[in-house]
Nanobody
């Protein structure tokens, strides 16, 4: 079992920045680098949507069109950490942000393909 915990959410004005973090832990996390990981978000009344994903070693990434050029996903396997740097935030970025992991190679953009999820962190962007 893998536990994921997000942090770094909050209230920010439009145009501002936030950095989300996700830390992995658990008895089976023998190597954080075995896990492909991603960020997703869910706004009230909407389905969970893909934001960004990163491969095991961080060499490959993918982004939703809505965040390309504004958000950057990264990871530090030595610290069991994944990050999402969010710049030029917009009110439509307001959502609960979740990190997810799966023990697999490649980059995963579909929520159903992930095994483990965090509890989410709220990001609110005011206009």
């Amino acid at each position: 079992q893998v536990q994921l915990v997000e942090s770094g959410g909050g209230l920010v004005q439009a145009g501002g920045s936030l950095r989300l973090s996700c830390i992995g832990s658990g008895r089976t996390v023998s190597s954080f680098s075995y896990y492909a990981m991603g960020w997703f978000r869910q706004a009230p009344g909407k389905e969970r949507e893909f934001v960004a994903a990163i491969s095991r070693a961080g060499g490959s990434t993918d982004y939703a069109d809505s965040v390309k050029g504004r958000f950057t996903i990264s990871r530090d396997n030595a610290k069991n950490m994944m990050y999402l740097q969010m710049n030029s935030l917009k009110p439509e970025d307001t959502a609960v942000y979740y990190c997810a992991a799966r023990n697999t190679p490649g980059v995963i953009t579909t929520p159903a393909d992930y095994e483990y999820w965090g509890q989410g962190t709220q990001v609110t962007v005011s206009s």
